[in-house]
């Protein structure tokens, strides 16, 4: 089991820095709340091959060594995209709230979606809040992912957290597979992107608050392990 070094930000509050011992990855799919909608990408996926699940949302378990707050990751070959979306910890009673990607292997995926989520990292931001302060205004939040290099970047995501199943919903899915959370790192699922999926070098990733002004920037970079 791993630890991680977290900094929980509140507002009117000094940082709080807390170590999380990561025990398993539990990334949400097909999480979306217009369930039509789902049901649509589910169409478009099984026309290119990749075996989708008959009930959604879907969880797909992956191991906790793949939780990073590193700026960099390693993958094997050039096919694997990233996916902005919230992640959660239930920690002492509490739900911390962050930022992650749920870096996923695209060739892989049509084949088995649970080896797809397993065969990457999963870059998380190392800035969380405290549920407790957004519970007001959720649907509010914003996510936006970006592709490209530095300077050049394309705007790949961006979405409300209206677009995702609320969290109350969320969460029950995922305690009627999983009782103990304990040391649980929950990925949301994702939003839609603007252009079709890509396979990026480098990703930027943002969580925006547009009621407490504040928000949480994720950026990482792509080594392909295959590439000379």
Not at 30 to 54: M, W
Not at 58 to 68: C, E, M, Q, R, S
């Amino acid at each position: 089991m791993q630890q991680l070094s977290f900094t929980i930000a509140r507002p009117q509050r000094p940082p709080e820095t807390i170590v999380y011992p990561v025990s398993l990855i539990l990334c949400l799919g097909f999480a979306r709340r217009d369930q039509d909608k789902v049901r649509e990408h589910i169409r478009e996926l099984e026309a290119i091959g990749v075996e989708c699940p008959a009930k959604t949302p879907v969880i797909y378990p992956a191991g906790g060594l793949l939780a990073t707050t590193d700026s960099a990751i390693q993958v094997v070959g050039g096919e694997t995209g990233p996916e902005v979306e919230f992640v959660f910890l239930p920690y002492q009673k509490r739900l911390l709230v962050g930022l992650a990607s749920d870096q996923t292997d695209r060739s892989l995926e049509k084949t088995s979606i649970y080896k797809s989520k397993q065969i990457c990292p999963k870059p998380l931001s190392n800035i969380l809040w405290d549920y407790e302060d957004l519970t007001d205004h959720w649907d509010k939040l914003v996510l936006r992912g970006w592709v490209g290099p530095e300077g050049q970047e394309t705007l790949y995501q961006d979405s409300p957290a209206s677009a995702l199943l609320p969290v109350p919903t969320l969460l029950e899915h995922v305690r009627q597979e999983y009782p103990n959370l304990e040391g649980a790192v929950i990925l949301s699922g994702t939003v839609p992107t603007l252009g079709g999926l890509a396979t990026p070098a480098r990703f930027t990733a943002l969580l925006h608050d547009p009621v407490l002004g504040r928000e949480i920037r994720l950026t990482y970079g792509v080594q392909d392990l295959l590439a000379r």
